[in-house]
């Protein structure tokens, strides 16, 4: 079945940086958009990044861009989330996601989720 394992997440104070990976199996994973999401306590899980099939084009949440950035190496079947800069308002749990529409870089329609990581930034 289809997996999808996020690691790399932890305390970090402000301004510092963490990356996040998800190594993914049981899929084609070249076939697949990949995403990174995230839910806050007491608010709805937003998007925060996407990446097609190839890595050709990205797209991130006006919030995080210029300091996030989401990266693929489909030879380790594994999406990065590179996150630089931190802010206490990124504290969440991180999800990533896959969507079989892998030209397709947005928000929606994602058919795989992993249980995320938590990240927590201090202030």
């Known amino acids: 079945q289809v997996q999808l394992v996020e690691s790399g997440g932890g305390l970090v104070q402000a301004g510092g940086s963490l990356r996040l990976s998800c190594a993914a199996s049981g899929l084609t994973f070249s076939s697949y958009t990949m995403g990174w999401f995230r839910q806050a306590p007491g608010k709805e899980r937003e998007f925060v990044a996407a990446?097609?099939?190839?890595?050709?084009?990205?797209k991130l949440v006006d919030s995080v861009k210029g300091r996030f950035t989401i990266s693929r190496d489909n030879a380790k079947n594994t999406v990065y989330l590179q996150m630089n800069s931190l802010k206490p308002e990124d504290t969440a749990v991180y999800f990533c996601?896959?969507?079989?529409?892998?030209?397709?870089?947005?928000?929606?329609?994602?058919?795989?989720w992993g249980q995320g990581t938590q990240v927590t930034v201090s202030s």
């Open positions: 996601a896959a969507n079989d529409f892998s030209s397709y870089v947005g928000a929606g329609n994602y058919r795989y």
């Open positions: 990446i097609t099939w190839s890595g050709s084009r990205t």
